[in-house]
């Protein structure tokens, strides 16, 4: 089994739609986690943490459930310049502090 | 966040030589990060670079194919050395300046022909 399991997708949506994402790890003493963003032919970007509690950053809604080792991320109002990949983050525990990536999820928004 | 300057950003090299890819922080950090993201998939660990000890590599990366330099606290080197089709890759260094999240350079794009 992957640490961090994601659908590959494509995702394809029309403009203005709500799309999720889902994500599942594996090692349950995982310490930190985090969605970033992926352009094509660029280097990953931080697009937000993920909390227990839940955070919202504008159209972006990122949910931690650890009871079951899943993570969410939400987008509202799409829009074409949301589409990218989508790679969900683990950040392991340990001295290291090493990230562990999903293969990622590709979101394709349609005009 | 941290300015993470990469070179090169791309590079054609022919099998059976070495490329040695640098990443200089505008800030000093503990430990720098080595990453690979082969055609089509995720990012993958090769190693964690340490400022005064050696480098401690990913299950399946090896210092003898990857050698890495780390001379002080804004500097690293990977190397990726005697290279295959097989090492066509991107190549991108890392920090984590605050805990909040890492930082990544803007990749070295590595065909070998």
């Known amino acids: 089994r992957k640490e961090v399991e994601q659908d590959p ?10 799309v999720a994402f889902n994500c599942t790890y594996s ?9 970033y963003r992926q352009d094509c032919r660029k280097e990953p970007k931080l697009l937000m943490s993920v909390y227990s509690s839940g955070n919202e950053d504008g159209r972006f809604t990122a949910q931690l459930n650890r009871a079951s080792q899943y993570i969410s991320l939400l987008i509202r109002d799409s829009k074409l310049s949301d589409s990218a990949t989508y790679l969900c983050v683990v950040r392991g525990n340990g001295a290291t502090n090493k990230l562990i990536f999903g293969t ?8 | 966040s941290a300015v993470i300057s990469q070179k090169p ?9 070495s490329l040695t890819i640098q990443c200089q922080v505008d800030s000093q950090v503990t430990m720098m ?18 400022q005064g000890s050696e480098a401690t590599y990913e299950s399946g990366f090896v210092i003898d194919k ?12 990977l190397t990726v050395s005697n290279m295959s089709p097989e090492d066509s890759s991107i ?5 984590d300046i605050s805990g909040y999240g890492y930082t990544f350079g803007s990749g070295t794009r590595l065909t070998v022909v």
């Open chain 1, 9 to 18: 997708g494509p995702f394809n949506v029309p403009e203005g739609a709500t």
């Open chain 2, 91 to 95: 190549y991108l260094c890392s920090v």
């Open chain 2, 66 to 77: 990857f050698p890495i330099s780390r001379p002080n606290l804004t500097f690293s080197t």
């Open chain 2, 33 to 50: 990060f080595w990453y690979r993201q082969q055609p089509g998939q995720s990012l993958t660990l090769i190693a964690t670079a340490n």
């Open chain 2, 9 to 17: 950003s791309r590079d054609i090299c022919q099998r059976g030589t």
């Open chain 1, 27 to 35: 090692n349950s003493a995982s310490q930190s986690f985090f969605w």
């Open chain 1, 104 to 111: 990622g999820t590709l979101l394709a928004v349609q005009p």
